[in-house]
């Protein structure tokens, strides 16, 4: 895909990566990552039973970036294959602003939420697939 005003290049240790906006013919690549068990393994909703259901996936980040100007990021190689997707997009779970959710073995997430400063809601925590969610948020003004 062309450079585009959103794009971000890193250099990393594996080497340079290019962080761009998706389109719609990643949907190869986002059905590949998140329909594969080993990458999803932190997510609580679990990987994608289908490529219907990362067609949606992907939907929902396009029209993140429509509505916001910002949100998921396809992470491609200077060979132009993408290896994976990164991003952040504005959420809320009961009408409660949500910074970050994860699953329960997920210790560094939850550690790094709490680094952060926010602070775990149980009061929102749910299952999600079959996984439970536990969620941080902002701490409460006061």
Known sequence: MPAAQDDLRVDTAIGPLLL???????????WAVH????????????????AAA????LRE????WERHG????????????????SGVR???????????????DDTGSRRTALAAGLVRRPD??????????????TPPAG
């Open 20 to 30: 761009r906006r998706p389109g719609a013919d990643d949907l190869p690549a986002v």
């Open 35 to 50: 329909g594969d068990p080993r990458t999803d393994r932190h997510d609580p909703a679990g990987p994608d039973a289908d």
């Open 54 to 57: 990362s067609r949606d996936r």
């Open 61 to 64: 980040w396009l029209d993140h």
């Open 70 to 85: 910002f949100g998921y990021s396809a992470v491609e190689t200077d060979e132009g294959r993408v290896v994976g997707f």
């Open 90 to 104: 504005t959420s809320a779970w009961d009408g409660v602003p949500v910074l970050a959710f994860t699953t329960v």
């Open 124 to 137: 929102l925590e749910r299952v999600v697939d079959g996984h439970w969610a536990v969620v941080f948020t």
